[in-house]
């Protein structure tokens, strides 16, 4: 891996990588990634049957600043706490003495904050020396006298390793994907684009676990656990499936929903989840009110309000769907 990171600096400055775009949420078309592509031959072991792989070195440019964000945060940490580490002298503030103590606690903060080689650091010792006269009483030119030493290690400069800083984040945002797919089915560019739609196939998987609950499992019986295993994963496909729909009508209609979000009420959104289109209804009920035997009984339906039927006529269901519940009979 270092030696790719290596060749991918080096193609980086000489312009040789392969750049990616991609269109965001907004209908932008942005840089996603850029990279480059090489073949290795691998076996098991020595004599075994050998196979090619294509292997896709690629850096993606929001990776690479949140990194460099955090190493700038690191290397200020850093800065901080090692300027705490010789506070000026007063009471209360505790001074190293000795050399080995302070290198100590300079490594100390360095490996923490993973900034090792990246500051510079120097200090010098300062000796105050101090004349007293041994005893009580005043002092004469005969009188003993003694001198105490106050020995203090301080800090005089802390500097960052431009050079190395940079030739560190030239290798931030690098990752390598491996396939065996020919070009001519998978370029690099297809590969990179259809791993960052991953997270679609993950969201899944999450909502198996998390919104129909899939685990754990109270059934022993081995058909009792495909059956409801069939059940649960038929609901996360009408979860996935209602969302592609509406996210689909608003899009080609250029349209946007309000009051999604609680949390913000004035907050469009053209990218609704499951969760939030049906939680949007989670205020409708049906009042059903039993009379005398043989009257009729009344059905009452919360009315839907705008946003409510903007979805439903999106998803191609029509307020009659939910109007059909109300309904006034005898014996219904």
């Not at 209908?27 to 290795?40: M, P, Q």
């Not at 010789?86 to 900034?115: H, S």
């Not at 200090?123 to 005893?135: A, F, L, M, S």
């Not at 685990?215 to 019986?221: G, N, S, T």
């Amino acid at each position: 891996m270092e030696a790719w990171l290596t060749e991918g600096v080096r193609k980086d400055r000489d312009g040789e990588l392969e750049r990616i775009f991609r269109t965001n949420h907004r209908s932008e078309k942005v840089l996603a990634a850029e990279g480059y592509e090489l073949a290795r031959t691998c076996c098991l072991e020595s004599g075994a049957e050998e196979w090619s792989e294509r292997v896709f070195v690629v850096r993606s440019p929001v990776h690479a600043e949140r990194q460099a964000a955090g190493l700038e945060k690191r290397l200020a940490n850093a800065e901080q706490k090692l300027a705490a580490l010789t506070p000026a002298r007063g009471r209360g503030k505790r001074q190293i003495t000795a050399e080995a103590p302070l290198v100590a606690a300079i490594d100390k903060v360095l490996k923490e904050q993973q900034v090792e080689g990246l500051l510079q650091v120097a200090w010098q010792q300062e000796i105050e020396r101090h004349t007293h006269y041994v005893g009580r009483g005043r002092g004469s030119a005969t009188r003993q006298q003694r001198v105490t030493e106050h020995i203090r290690s301080h800090l005089t400069r802390i500097t960052r390793q431009e050079g190395s800083i940079r030739a560190l984040t030239q290798r931030f945002g690098w990752k390598a994907f491996v396939t065996h797919a020919p070009p001519e089915r998978l370029s690099l560019s297809d590969a990179i684009l259809c791993y960052r739609n991953e997270y679609r196939i993950e969201r899944i998987f999450n909502r198996l676990k998390s919104r129909v609950h899939i685990a754990p499992l109270f059934v022993k019986l081995n058909d009792q656990i495909e059956g409801l295993t069939y059940l649960l994963t038929l609901g996360v496909r009408v979860l996935t499936v209602m969302e592609f729909a509406l996210r689909r009508s608003l899009q080609n209609d250029h349209a946007t929903l309000p009051g999604l979000h609680p949390e913000n009420k004035t907050k469009m959104t053209d990218t609704p989840t499951a969760e939030r289109i049906l939680k949007a209804f989670s205020d409708v009920s049906l009042t059903i009110i039993k009379q005398a035997a043989g009257e009729d009984i009344l059905r009452r339906l919360t009315p839907l309000s705008g946003v409510q039927e903007t979805i439903l006529q999106c998803l191609g269901l029509g307020t009659s769907l939910y109007r059909q519940l109300e309904i006034q009979g005898i014996g219904n």
